[in-house]
């Protein structure tokens, strides 16, 4: 499978657990963006990276998350002292960052977290 | 910031008929505006996407509309199959490579 790929798949945690998160974007591709999804509402921006700098990061990223690309291919997120309201799916997308017509954010399929 | 509507949250077709999904957004800088469908458990995948210098763009059964004077937008699906049944997003951004800002999301329901 050479799209996105997100690992793992599932977490369940106990209340202020540190968990990590890794995502591996599309060969080449320049841009990684890392979004959050809770049930029945659209993704939400949380940070994203052109190759290793992190160019944003949204307001909803408090100080307990943390994401990092060293080396501008894979990228791993982390959240330390875990609540119940971080349970959520934690979807990663990549795009060239390419200024063409034809780039697009792909979406892997996810990290769900469950925070007990 | 960029605030996205979207309407309706749920919309159930029979089998054959079109369905309209609209959304609204709140940035005059958005130039980019794409659909994402949203099977049970898996990942978004776009369908359509639309720039700003472009009032419609059709691809077989999907077409989206773009008002960047009234900033709306819709999908347009029409035919529709039992295989259409997922839930529909729209998003808006500045670029393709911006982080984009989601609609709440339409459940579409084909019934056959």
């Known amino acids: 499978d050479t799209g996105v790929s997100q690992d793992p798949r599932h977490k369940i945690t106990k209340r202020g657990q540190n968990v990590t998160f890794r995502c591996d974007p599309i060969?080449?591709?320049?841009?990684l963006y890392w979004y959050r999804q809770t049930l029945g509402q659209g993704p939400e921006f949380l940070t994203y990276?052109?190759?290793?700098?992190?160019?944003?990061k949204s307001r909803l990223l408090s100080d307990r998350f943390s994401a990092e690309r060293p080396k501008g291919s894979f990228s791993t997120l982390e959240i330390q002292r875990t609540e119940q309201g971080d349970s959520a799916m934690y979807l990663c997308?990549?795009?060239?960052?390419?200024?063409?017509?034809?780039?697009?954010?792909?979406f892997g399929p996810g990290t769900r977290l469950t925070v007990l | 910031g960029e605030n996205v509507e979207q309407h309706p949250s749920t919309l159930s077709v029979q089998e054959g008929d079109s369905a309209v999904i609209k959304c609204t957004y709140s940035d005059s800088a958005s130039n980019y505006f794409p659909w994402y469908k949203q099977e049970l458990g898996k990942r978004p995948q776009l369908i359509i996407d639309i720039r700003s210098n472009v009032g419609e763009k059709k691809d077989q059964r999907i077409a989206v509309t773009l008002n960047k004077t009234a900033k709306h937008f819709s999908l347009h699906i029409t035919e529709t199959q039992p295989e259409d049944s997922a839930v529909y997003f729209c998003?808006?951004?500045?670029?393709?490579?911006?982080?984009?800002?989601f609609g709440k999301g339409t459940r579409l329901s084909v019934i056959a």
């Open positions: 060969s080449e591709h320049n841009r």
């Open positions: 990276f052109q190759n290793e700098a992190q160019l944003e």
């Open positions: 997308a990549s795009s060239l960052g390419a200024s063409g017509s034809t780039d697009t954010q792909y």
């Open positions: 998003a808006a951004s500045r670029t393709r490579n911006t982080p984009l800002v």
